[in-house]
Structure formats: structure tokens, C-alpha cells
Nanobody
Framework: QVQLVESGGGLVQPGGSLRLSCAAS????????IGWFRQAPGKERERVSC????????YYADSVKGRVTISRDNAKNTVYLQMNSLKPEDTAVYYC????????????????WGQGTQVTVSS
């Protein structure tokens, strides 16, 4: 079964860190561009970070730049999102998505999305 499964979310205090994982099954993740997106209640989905398949080109939203690092471990068929210095405004459900086109992922266009993992930043 072709699917993406996110994990690693949870409750963390402001200033804390989390590492989200996006694990693929049924296909080779290394051949695809991957994007992390988030959606907070009452807000539109926001692009957080993306990574291309081949050169490892990365993109970061201004809201997370300097605090977030996207990486991939093709041997584990997994993409990670390391988030540091978390803020309450980072609270959202985080989703990963895969597409053969980096430009499609940048645009938030994908036919394959994970189920999401909740990140809550609160004291």
C-alpha cells in the first residue's frame, strides 16, 4: 500500500524542539520531492518546508527559517523536519506530501498526503 505516515508530534513548551518524521511505504521516497505543510484551526494550509528528490534543494517559509531543518534519509525511506525554538504560533497539524515534481510540491499540489501529526506549543 502506497502511503505516507507522519509521527513525532506532541505537546512542547515554547522554546522546545521536536523532530517530525514522514515515513513512506509502498514506494521509494528518494525519487520524490517532499513537502511539509501545516494547518492551524480556522486557518488555511501553510507551506513550511520542501526538499527536492535529486539535489536536495530546500525551501523554508519565512515564518520558520532559521528554526527548522528538513532532511531525508533515503536508506530509511524517511524525511525529517527538525523544529527548534518552537513558538505557540507553530501549533498546527503537520502534514507531509510527496510528488515527482519539486515545483508541484512547492505549490502544494500532490495526490499523496499523510494523515498528519499534531504539534502543540504551549506552556
Amino acid at each position: 500500500q502506497v502511503q505516507l505516515v507522519e509521527s513525532g508530534g506532541g505537546l512542547v513548551q515554547p522554546g522546545g524542539s521536536l523532530r517530525l518524521s514522514c515515513a513512506a511505504s509502498g514506494f521509494t521516497l528518494g525519487a520524490y520531492a517532499i513537502g511539509w505543510f501545516r494547518q492551524a484551526p480556522g486557518k488555511e494550509r501553510e507551506r513550511v518546508s520542501c526538499i527536492s528528490s535529486s539535489r536536495g534543494t530546500t525551501y523554508y517559509a519565512d515564518s520558520v527559517k532559521g528554526r527548522v531543518t528538513i532532511s531525508r534519509d533515503n536508506a530509511k525511506n524517511t524525511v525529517y523536519l527538525q523544529m527548534n525554538s518552537l513558538k505557540p504560533e507553530d501549533t498546527a497539524v503537520y502534514y507531509c506530501a510527496a510528488d515527482s515534481s519539486f515545483f508541484s510540491i512547492l505549490a502544494g499540489r500532490s495526490d499523496l498526503w499523510g494523515q498528519g501529526t499534531q504539534v502543540t506549543v504551549s506552556s
